[in-house]
């Protein structure tokens, strides 16, 4: 499949090249009154063809400042606090802004990059000194750095948490709100000093027996060993990870686009409108998201599979039977660290209920503690990106991360 994948890039790279040398000459102001020549079509044309195509690099952050909730602003530096082989602790740093509580951003690992949260992460900066788990493309990785699954993906928020220090706040988004609440839980269970002061789960499966969605539904209809066998291909020769077992960026990337095939193809479609048109905001807008939502990255084959029959097919964390390096994960050991659960009232992805169930595993927790809140009319992305997000949500996220420092 990888190498099926590789040769058709291959095969495309000439159009592609042809492409980005045009584009130049078909935008020079001396063509644009040319009679025999359609140049705003054209140019129109070939900036569609290049902004459909599939990357697998990080996009840039493009934070460069932020406004305080005060109205101050700040320039931002990125920086990496620390590093290994599958990702970057990295740091945005207000520079001249007064010290702020400290909160590590988790990252889902499912098929994008960490920058898809860049409306999470630029919100949260308001108030807050903003770390993010920047997972690297695992097809960069070279197989002498070892295996990476569930188990790893946890450690490493411990590993993260540890160099924040006492006192910092732990903020998962999706599919990692499950390793969230398991670091947690044996951070506390081992009295950590790191143990986060806050843990907020923001539209994750904690337990996915709860109103089932079609992407749960999907999980629990093939045995693990059909997805093994259909979605685990190798790393071609050419890339540093070359020979490790992934599920291919690529593919998820397919799956997530299928289900809305019609509302991509209007987007295309509109987006070409507008650069005729020279609508430049609305043509500006499209091609950043999709620059950003076509820059895949592959997922490690044991994560993949340990997530889809631990978390989606077995439901290890709900029942009881998760287990991290051989030792069970016990949230009821959770009992000084406050925890917000947050849900999307249309989301189709993590039905309500699966992240509020986070609370009755944390059985230890007093009630003061404990939030809940469903933000209406918003679906999986509205929880942390966009208007809502930013006016609604955030305002008690903030909230709980102040009480409990």
């Not at 509302?263 to 950043?288: G, M, P």
């Not at 944390?362 to 809502?388: C, D, E, W």
Request: with cysteine.
């Amino acid at each position: 499949m990888y190498a099926t994948y590789q040769a058709h890039r291959d095969l495309m790279w000439p159009l592609h090249a042809a492409a980005r040398l045009a584009l130049p000459m078909l935008n020079d102001p001396a063509l644009a009154g040319s009679s025999w020549l359609p140049t705003q079509q054209l140019s129109a044309a070939w900036q569609v063809f290049q902004l459909a195509r599939i990357t697998h690099r990080r996009p840039p952050w493009r934070i460069a400042e932020v406004t305080g909730s005060s109205g101050e602003r700040w320039p931002v530096v990125a920086e990496v606090a620390t590093s290994t082989p599958f990702a970057d602790l990295v740091r945005f740093r207000r520079e001249g802004a007064p010290k702020a509580p400290r909160v590590l951003v988790v990252a889902p690992m499912s098929g994008h990059f960490a920058t898809l949260l860049r409306d999470t992460v630029r919100t949260l900066m308001q108030d807050h000194d903003v770390y993010v788990t920047d997972w690297h493309n695992v097809r960069d990785v070279p197989l002498s750095a070892g295996r990476f699954g569930l188990d790893e993906y946890t450690q490493h928020l411990i590993d993260f948490l540890t160099v924040l220090g006492p006192g910092a706040n732990l903020v998962a988004v999706c599919q990692p709100c499950v390793s969230a609440l398991a670091a947690t839980a044996l951070m506390a269970e081992d009295d950590h000093p790191a143990t986060p002061a806050s843990l907020t789960l923001m539209a994750g499966p904690v337990d996915c027996r709860i109103s089932p969605t079609e992407v749960n539904r999907l999980a629990t209809s093939k045995p693990i060993e059909w997805f093994r066998k259909h979605l685990i291909s190798q790393v071609t020769w050419r890339h540093q990870g070359a020979g490790r077992s992934v599920y291919p960026g690529f593919v998820q990337l397919s799956a997530f686009m299928s289900m809305n095939k019609e509302r991509h193809a209007t987007a295309f479609k509109d987006f070409y409108r507008h650069l005729i048109a020279d609508q430049v905001d609305k043509a500006e807008a499209t091609r950043q998201f999709y620059e950003e939502y076509l820059a895949v990255s592959d997922l490690s084959a044991d994560f993949y599979l340990e997530t889809v029959e631990r978390v989606f097919q077995t439901f290890d964390l709900p029942r009881g039977e998760l287990m991290f390096k051989g030792r069970k994960v016990n949230p009821a050991a959770i009992r000084r660290t406050a925890l917000l659960t947050i849900e999307g009232e249309r989301d189709d992805i993590c039905a309500v209920g699966q992240t509020l169930a986070a609370q009755d595993l944390a059985s230890s927790l007093k009630l003061y503690m404990r939030t809940h809140y469903i933000q209406p009319n918003v679906g999986h992305y509205g929880v942390f990106s966009g208007r809502r997000w930013q006016h609604q949500v955030y305002p008690l996220l903030r909230h709980v991360i102040q009480v409990s420092q």
